[in-house]
């Protein structure tokens, strides 16, 4: 008990730490530059307060409970005495040996994404200014699947050795040109939805992933090859959440076609 | 109110379930392993839930109405350098703090030591760590403050994004292999879970509180820049040491 007290307090202190620039940023501007006491002080100290206390809580609950057993979990998926390669030859590895960790990586990533406190935020936001027309749940959704896409083809990756910017670059292409067909209202939460799916849960336990992966497997490198797939986690949610709104652009636009007709 | 929150606790278990299955399911149906430390994990699994009930709560308190109310304050007072100075220092100086940010560079500083572009030494090390922090937290104030420019402007977000992506594709071309992974990577890490809502925020309300202009189009796609400027700059470091 004493021990969780004691690393509470030590993460509380570093959340403290991070927060403080953000803090000093907002405090200063307010008063010099805009020259206004805060409206409803009370309440903004009271909503920080909240902020960091539960950040801090979130920090160390996901320490104590799903971080050590995540990394052992990929480090124990990626080793040898798992994998059992199906030939005798151990150079020789095949990417089909690999699947348990391609589906670990899916769910893993969808699972993660799904509690990630930015995106939720994010989620929250768009629901609010879309007066409900985008569902925060529909896209939290979209963006997961995304992760889970993206995790699954990066961990594949890293077993094949094949370039990163191959992968990449390809992605930037679709994504341009979904862009131009799909509804104009969601592109820019489309795009901000890649950046904001890999922080506080989804980095840490993806990494270890990657980290594992490369280790393991002869021929690759740990610190080149086990980079990247947040690479892959950043970059299809945006063509997840494209997707998500060209579907749904269709299926009002099929449903707008069929109303007038059932008139007739 | 104590309703409020506990709905709030009931969603965010809800929102977390899912890991606990992936793991729990991974551990002792595949991997064939008891669970470990069965305390330990249920405290954690509290904190955890009991964390982000407090966060959400928290957020639509104090992070989102300071960004929206720092927007319209400064929309109203029609000073733009202001503003543009405000977008980027609270780009910079989110970013230089942040823990993700750290590590990522203390990782690159190795690589770079190992592949003989840096010597192996600790303060040669820690230059570069430092240095390549610094040219992070610096892209992304530059995002923030482009990416407001372009609320102000109304330019479509693509055009921007676009050539973001082609200058992406360039850099790729000329950087050494070493840094690439790591570039791309620190794409993703820039953008802390106490900086997403505040941005957001800042953005949705100056586009709300500027004629012309919608939230929806307008506002989001400050965090795109944030982590897409971040690619560029760190390959241009990569090649420039």
Known sequence: ???????FLSVLLSTLRDVFPIIFIIV???LFIIRRAFSNFKSLMIGMIYVILGMSFFLVGLDKALFPLGAVMAEQLTSPEFIQPS??????????DYMWVYIFGACIGFATTLAEPALIAVAIKAEQISA??????????????????????????????????????TGYIVVIIQTFYAPKLIVGLAYDSGGVTTSTVTVPLVTALGIGLASNIPGRDPLLDGFGLIAFASLFPIMAVLAYAQFADWLTRRSTINTPDKGN | MKNKFVQQLL?????????FVVIFVFQVFILRQPVPNLTDITIGIIFVVLGLALFIQGLEKSLFPIGET???????????????IFAFSLGFGTTAAEPALIAVADEAARIAAEGGMIGNTLSEKNNYALGLRFTVAFSVGFAILLGVIRIIRGWPLHYLIIPGYIGVVIMTAFAPDTIIGIAYDSGGVTTSTITVPLVTALGVGLASAISGRNPMTDGFGLIAFASLTPMIFV?????IL
């Open chain 1, 1 to 7: 008990m004493i021990n969780i007290l004691h690393e």
């Open chain 1, 87 to 96: 030939t005798d030859q151990s150079i020789s590895i095949h990417w089909q």
């Open chain 2, 70 to 84: 720092m927007a319209y304050a400064f929309a109203k007072k029609n000073s733009l350098l202001w503003l543009l």
């Open chain 1, 28 to 30: 200063f501007f307010q």
């Open chain 1, 132 to 169: 409900g027309g985008i569902k925060a749940w529909y896209l939290r959704l979209a963006v997961s699947i995304g992760v889970s896409f993206g995790i699954a083809l990066g961990t594949y990756r890293i077993v094949t050795g094949i370039d990163l910017y191959l992968f990449i670059i």
């Open chain 2, 11 to 19: 969603g965010s278990f809800s929102d977390l379930l899912p890991i």
């Open chain 2, 235 to 239: 390959m241009a470091y990569g090649m």
